[in-house]
């Protein structure tokens, strides 16, 4: 199989959570990117983060399906992690230049702007979820984020029947449009 | 139309398991009804949200234990930078600190140190004095919070008699080391008893007692005790911020007990600056429990609270760990401690945090 197609499949692995991809993207450009965290002044738990961070950068671009590899996954990765690190050590005030200046990165302003938004959308998320209160909380994350099923939830909620727990359940769900809404209106 | 009906409904159109009839029907009101059109378009978005929240959350989870893995096998390092590399690591990091401290640090200690060396035979003396008294003061008024065991606890088979103190502990290494405080092996007679949360007893022996930080390291020396493989907690290496959000687990009773409140000071009694002041309830029985942040990294152990005040309670910071394993590694070198290191709590609910981590918190029982 060529390279481009293997990456095509490891993106493709990406979006649909298979851990066995995002392991293989790991061994392929973790330690890269780690020695040039280490290079530029930084400690292996900044490159833990940074390349957590550039991961679900990629996750975003591939659940999106407007991946176009027009550069091999290690080139846009490195250039996600270097334009992060920069990021974080001008907020630290610790930059004072790269210690390499070969800079062969490609321009990735736009999926970063991009993820930015997607970050501030998911705290507003988590923040709503965080306001609304028991059950509401558990209930909505049994359905929405571990995917039990209304019967299994009823059970495990105390409900009578599965359509008693979905009544509560769309309850909840006007709740948090209610304060998801207030906030993302609040931010924008 | 009622609001949540049509909540129902956008939700099974948005599945598509909304019947054709139905479906002709529903976009149908869209068209004509322009505010029940703003509200399916609103209802969308949010179910949109939900979905890549819930996406981004598992995948996150997936990223952690990956992560968690991949350290294992060493293709992640850990921090551990050591001699030449460590000091041209801190020097590329802090050089331009330095050069600016430096200049300072010249013309500080030039206009100073005549008046420096003129007093500081005088000043240490009496602070010296100073520090022995406080420290008796003190010391009183601090509660250690071992518990004494009413009478009516049932004694266990393995007890030959029923123990007097009960105190709390956990796992660093899978293979049977537990940090507790020193004041708790000090007060216990040999042999004591670690007990996990299914209720096995283990005999334990002490391995390292440090009374400056008040910390112990025990072993578990029974046959019966297994390995545990990856405990899912690391050990923080650095001072939290003041505010942030911790948690504790202990054996105030004779269940595991949890308990939530915050960072309130960077140092403990006294200006100790080994230990933390946290508001979290705690009661005799917490003594060294862990104190977990949000990522379920062990950043503190329980010691002490003060007696006359309220909510006031002082853990050891977790960087006394790893100053207790080099002190270890010194004096003997059959002890061969490994820490966890990467946090698989991370991303995970408090409630499933506090699930996973039960397991390593040990009561640590003797007379």
Not at chain 1, 9 to 38: H, K, S, W
Not at chain 1, 146 to 163: C, L, P, R, S, V
Not at chain 2, 183 to 207: C, I, M, W
Request: glycine fraction near 6%; charged fraction near 25%.
């Amino acid at each position: 199989m060529s390279n481009l197609a293997q990456e095509k499949l490891l993106l493709e692995g990406l979006a649909v959570n298979d851990r066995q991809a995002i392991e293989a993207i790991y061994r392929d450009n973790y330690p890269m990117v780690q020695a040039f965290i280490l290079n530029n002044s930084g400690n292996t738990d900044e490159a833990r983060d940074i390349f957590q961070e550039a991961m679900i950068v990629l996750f975003e671009k591939a659940v999106s399906g407007h991946f176009e590899l027009n550069c091999q996954l290690k080139t846009y990765i490195y250039s996600v992690c270097r334009r992060l690190w920069l990021k974080r050590l001008q907020q630290m005030q610790r930059f004072a230049g790269w210690a390499d200046n070969m800079d062969d990165s490609v321009p990735v302003d736009e999926d970063l702007e991009i993820h930015e938004k997607h970050h501030s959308d998911f705290i507003l998320m988590e923040n709503a979820m965080n306001k609304i209160g028991e059950p509401c909380k558990s209930l909505l994350d049994a359905y929405y984020m571990q995917k039990k099923h209304m019967q299994e939830i009823a059970q495990e909620f105390g409900y009578t029947n599965a359509d008693n727990a979905k009544t509560q359940k769309y309850k909840c769900l006007m709740r948090l449009k209610k304060i998801f809404f207030a906030q993302y209106k609040n931010g924008q | 139309m009622d609001e949540v009906l049509l909540l129902e409904a956008v939700e099974r159109y948005l599945k598509g398991e909304m019947p054709a009839q139905e479906k002709i029907f529903f976009e149908e009101l869209r068209k004509t009804k322009p505010e029940v059109d703003q509200l399916v378009v609103e209802h969308t978005f949010l179910f949109h949200e939900l979905d890549r929240h819930a996406g981004v959350k598992a995948y996150k989870h997936s990223l952690y234990e990956v992560e968690t893995k991949l350290t294992e096998e060493g293709i992640i390092s850990k921090q551990q930078l050591q001699g030449k590399a460590k000091i041209v690591f801190l020097w590329k990091k802090y050089k331009r600190n330095i050069a600016v401290a430096a200049s300072i640090a010249g013309i500080m200690s030039i206009t100073t140190a005549g008046l420096i060396i003129a007093y500081t035979q005088k000043v240490n003396e009496s602070n010296k004095e100073d520090l022995i008294g406080k420290w008796e003061n003190t010391n009183t008024k601090i509660d250690k919070l071992t518990d004494k065991i009413q009478t009516s606890t049932t004694a266990t088979p393995t007890f030959t008699t029923t123990p007097d103190y009960r105190a709390t502990g956990f796992l660093i290494d899978g293979k049977g080391y537990l940090v507790t405080n020193a004041h708790v092996v000090n007060r216990l007679k040999t042999p004591f008893y670690v007990v996990n949360n299914k209720g096995d007893y283990f005999n334990a022996e002490t391995v390292y007692t440090d009374n400056n930080s008040d910390l112990a390291i025990l072993k578990i020396n029974d046959t019966s005790f297994k390995t545990i493989p990856n405990l899912p907690y690391s050990i923080r290496k650095n001072d939290l911020d003041l505010a942030e959000e911790i948690y504790t687990l202990g054996f105030p009773r004779n269940v595991i007990v949890y308990g939530e409140g915050y960072l309130s000071a960077k140092s403990g009694n006294d200006g100790d600056s080994t230990a933390y002041q946290l508001t979290v309830a705690v009661n005799p029985g917490n003594s060294g429990a862990p104190v977990l942040n949000k990522n379920g990294e062990v950043v503190g152990i329980i010691t002490s609270k003060e007696k006359n005040a309220d909510g006031v309670v002082y853990a050891a910071k977790s960087m006394n760990i790893y100053k207790l394993l080099e002190a270890i590694k010194k004096t003997s070198d059959t002890q061969n401690i490994k820490l966890p290191y990467n946090s698989g709590l991370r991303g995970l609910d408090r409630s499933q945090q506090v699930k996973k981590m039960e397991e390593y918190v040990f009561m640590v029982l003797g007379n």
